[in-house]
Structure formats: C-alpha cells, structure tokens
C-alpha cells in the first residue's frame, strides 16, 4: 500500500538538543511538507520542498532546518534555536505543487 | 490574502442527529476547496474536495457544495456516528494567489455522544 510514514510516534527531547523526525513516502510524490499543529490549533508551515534537493521556508521555519536528497524522503530536524518545539508535527505529500496533500500519522514531540 | 473562516466548535452532537460545519472562504482566484479530518491522535486525512463553482464533493456520507455566491463550502451529514468524532479542517489552495500554500481553517471539532 502507498503511503506516507513518519516515525518515531513520540520522541523526547532533552535540552540543547537537535531531533531529527523522519518523514517517508512511497507515493511517487514530487512535493512534500512539514506543518506543526499545537493543541486545539490548526497547521501552521514550516518547510516545503517541490522537488529533490530544493526547498523552501514556511511560515515558521525559524529553528528548525530540513534536507531533500531523496524523492521518498524529507526529514526535519529540531534544533536546540526551537525554544518552543513541544508539538504534534505532520508531513504531507502531493504530486504537483500544491494540489491535494496526503499525509503522514504525525510524530509529537516532547521537551524532557 | 487569501483566507479559511471556520465555525467554532467544540461541537456536541447525539447520534444520528445532522450535522452542518460552516467554512467560508476569502479568495482573488478561483481556489479548489478540501475538507480534512483528524481523528484523534492521528494525521489529516482527506475527506472531499470540489475544485470549481457548483461543484459537490462528497465521501462517508459527508457532503459539501463550492458556492462561489457565498464564497462558502459548508460540511453537512444527514446522521452522524460515534466515529465520526473528529476535528474537522477547511482548506484552500489557490495557484494563482496564494503561491506558496494551502490555507487551512483552525478546525472544528466535533463529538457525537450515544
């Protein structure tokens, strides 16, 4: 079956430190995205990428950086400058730029 | 800017009762319209889409018209489940406006008690 996977589920993460969440598709997709959602609010943009090894800033790109070296795969990685980076993180992919997204479980991501 | 107006929830509904959710839209182009879901705990999953006026998406027994008189795409069910307890996102994406995005409604959630 296609689809999008994110792991882990839940990570933790200590002070100082950079997480990476892992984000994979096997839909064929050209696009991809990473969005953060904080309880009770909606998705806010933090990076995407229309093709390989290019991407793009969203709206809340600030502490957190990505990488696009495969078709399948765009990971994000939380850096120790997110001074705020308890959240539920989604990834979502589509063929064309923009068109309908699908997208991953989710990974959320707690501050020890 | 392009803009997504959702109604505020929660929503409390009892079973098999009928459920509207208001989405309003602010658009210069001519945006395809989406509803998402999120089942709790979960990612979004798409639950319809119209991509032009007059056009009815419809999936599970949801529905929901592109009015672009009323720049509106509400979400209506005729009877609602337990399941279907779920935030409820509005979504636009418009190429020729809003380049860089979809736009997604702050959500709506909703909960169907027996």
């Known amino acids: 079956d296609g689809g999008i996977t994110q792991s882990p589920k839940y990570l933790f993460r200590k002070e100082g430190q950079n997480v990476t969440l892992s984000c994979e598709q096997n839909?064929?997709?050209?696009?991809m995205y990473w969005y953060r959602q904080d309880p009770g609010q909606g998705l806010r943009l933090i990076y995407y990428?229309?093709?390989?090894?290019?991407?793009q800033k969203g709206d809340i790109a600030e502490g957190y950086s990505v990488s696009r070296e495969k078709k399948e795969s765009f990971p994000l990685t939380v850096t120790s400058a997110q001074k705020n980076p308890t959240a539920f993180y989604l990834c979502?992919?589509?063929?064309?730029?923009?068109?309908?997204?699908?997208f991953g479980p989710g990974t959320r991501l707690l501050v020890l | 800017g392009d803009s997504v107006t959702q109604m505020e929830g929660p929503v409390t509904l009892s079973e098999e009762a009928f459920l509207t959710i208001n989405c309003t839209y602010t658009a210069t182009g001519y945006p395809s319209l989406f509803w998402y879901v999120q089942y709790p705990g979960e990612g979004l999953q798409l639950l319809l889409k119209a991509t032009k006026a007059d056009d009815k998406g419809s999936n599970k027994g949801f529905e929901a018209t592109y009015r672009k008189e009323t720049t509106s795409f509400h979400l209506e069910k005729g009877s609602v489940q337990v399941s279907d307890s779920a935030v409820y996102f509005c979504?636009?994406?418009?190429?020729?406006?809003?380049?860089?995005?979809?736009?997604f409604g702050p959500g709506t959630s909703l909960s169907v008690i027996p």
């Open positions: 979504a636009l994406s418009d190429l020729k406006t809003s380049y860089d995005k979809v736009i």
């Open positions: 839909l064929n997709h050209d696009a």
């Open positions: 990428s229309q093709i390989v090894n290019d991407f």
């Open positions: 979502a992919s589509s063929q064309g730029f923009w068109e309908t997204q699908y």
